[in-house]
Each structure stands twice: as C-alpha cells, then as structure tokens.
C-alpha cells in the first residue's frame, strides 16, 4: 500500500512518523474521510473546505489544499480499488511531551484503504454520553475520536452499526461517525450544526436534494418517527430498521428509499457536487 508522508508517495510498512507526533500523544489532529468510486473522489472539493474549516478551528497550520489535492490524487492513482475510503489526516506535528504546541509541524499522511457499499438497512443505539454543543472542538472534525471509539463498541455488543448521541440539552445530535434524520409525517427532519453535530458533507447534499428541515428534536423522536435514516460519506442514505428496543419495519420506508434514489441519482451524475 502506497500512502502520501513528507510531501511523496511511500510504502505504508516502511514511513515513519515521530512517536512524539501530537496527533499521537494528544489528539491534535484533524482528519477528512473521502470516498472514492473508480478512482475518482466524491465530494473532495467539500471535504477540503472542511479540513481548512477544522485546522483553523482548531489553531493549526492551514494546510496545503494544493498538495493535499495531488496527494489524494497520487494515493488513488497507487492503489487501485473499485470503492475506496481515502483518509487525510493532518496534525500539529511533534513537539514536546505535554499540551504545548512544538516548531515541527504539521504533519500530513494520505491514506486508501477498500470498502464495501453499506447495506440498506441498518441497527442503531442511543447512548446516555452527551456532545457538547458548545465545546472548544464542537463542529471540527478532530482525531479526538475516543469517546466514538467507545460508544461504536458499545453499539456492536448490541449487534447496531451506529450509537446516536444527545446534546447536553437532551437533544437529538448525531451519530459517532453519522449524521440522523427523521420522517415525521412525511417530512424529513435532521438536528441543526448548532445542536453540536458535525457539518456533514452527506447530511448537507441529503438536505439540499431532498428539501429536509433542519429542526432542534427531542430524543425520544426516535422512539415515535415514521422512519430514520443515517448519512454519512461510506454509508450514503442508509435506513434505520432497529433503534435500542424499537423495531421500524419494512424499513427503509418510502420517504428514505426515495431519499435513497435521490441522493444516488445526483451522487452518479455530479462526483463533486
Ligand atoms: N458526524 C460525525 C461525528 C462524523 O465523524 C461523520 C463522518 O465521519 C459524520 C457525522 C458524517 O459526515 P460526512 O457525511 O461528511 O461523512
């Protein structure tokens, strides 16, 4: 496997990155997920946008959108797969052992590894952990995963593929890797950025090809929807069919297969919509 370090391509057994990198030791780091169908990126132009978003969020360089364009491109170009998950990832560099920023950054390592198209349906859990809507990292798409880390293993004991969390007001946020709508009377409903989610790229083409509102929800929502479906950059529109104790049968139900065929039509013919 071919991935992108020290600005060229090298082989992934052999790069090297500091033990004293801060996306190690700390977390200060920011990441991008990018699918890729045939070689070609869907969406990289938004998922740019939102890795600049994030390290200025998050006090960091802003990174090289040119070279990280040619790194994405040469990574693809190395490993060719029929449907990929490219990552980009990008930290503060290394520095000294502690929370302090050090003078060698930032680091930035392009990734491709394959994967397989979600199935339609899918199992999910709420957890009683809350996102901060209102914290220092809200919003940024940062390597400080841990908490989604845990709450995703948790969900796999229950045999779900996503745990769902509230905010601290109690409301509907988000998945650990996944963005939520609901279907309420035929509308489609999604929690605002400011309920603390992140700013999906998924959620954002879901919203505007299928005319969502975004709508602050209560979390028992969940418990009285029509339908619910997730959306994410490897899931694209995939149906809830279980969430904690609730069955949702026959799902997907009408509203999220022609969510489903919406965001399929539009995702085919524009790969950088
Ligand atoms: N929410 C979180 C916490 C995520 O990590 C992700 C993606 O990884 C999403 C939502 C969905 O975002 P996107 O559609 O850009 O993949």
Not at 107 to 134: F, K, Q
Request: charged residues 25%; proline residues 6%.
């Amino acid at each position: 496997m071919k991935i992108w370090l020290d600005g060229g391509l090298q082989d992934s057994e052999s790069a090297r990155v500091s033990v004293f990198d801060h996306g190690l030791t700390v977390g200060d780091g920011i990441f991008e997920t990018v699918k890729t169908v045939d070689g070609r990126p869907f969406a990289l132009t938004r998922h740019l946008d939102r890795l600049a978003r994030s390290a200025r969020g998050l006090g960091l360089p802003e990174p090289d959108l040119d070279e990280v364009r040619r790194a994405c491109a040469a990574v693809i170009e190395a490993n060719p797969m029929p449907l990929g998950r490219l990552r980009i990832t990008f930290t503060g560099g290394h520095g000294p052992l502690g929370s302090d920023r050090g003078e060698h950054g930032p680091t930035l390592v392009v990734a491709l590894g394959d994967t397989a198209r979600r199935p339609d349906s899918t199992a999910v859990i709420t957890v009683p952990w809350t996102r901060n809507e209102r914290g220092a990292l809200t919003g940024l798409k940062t390597t400080s995963y841990a908490e989604n880390v845990v709450a995703l293993a948790r969900a796999r004991e229950q045999g779900a593929s996503e745990a769902l969390f509230g905010n601290t007001a109690g409301r509907l946020c988000e998945g650990t890797g996944s963005n939520v709508f609901v279907v309420l009377d035929g509308e489609i409903h999604t929690p605002p950025v400011a309920s603390g989610c992140l700013a999906g790229i998924t959620r954002a083409l879901a919203v505007k090809w299928t005319g969502a509102t975004e709508t602050d929800l209560p979390m028992d929502v969940l418990q009285r929807a029509d339908e619910v479906f997730l959306t994410s950059t490897l899931r694209d529109v995939q149906a809830v069919r279980r969430v904690d104790e609730r069955e949702l049968p026959g799902a997907p139900g009408p509203v999220t297969a022609k969510a489903m065929r919406i965001f399929d039509e539009h995702a085919a013919a524009d790969l950088d919509p």
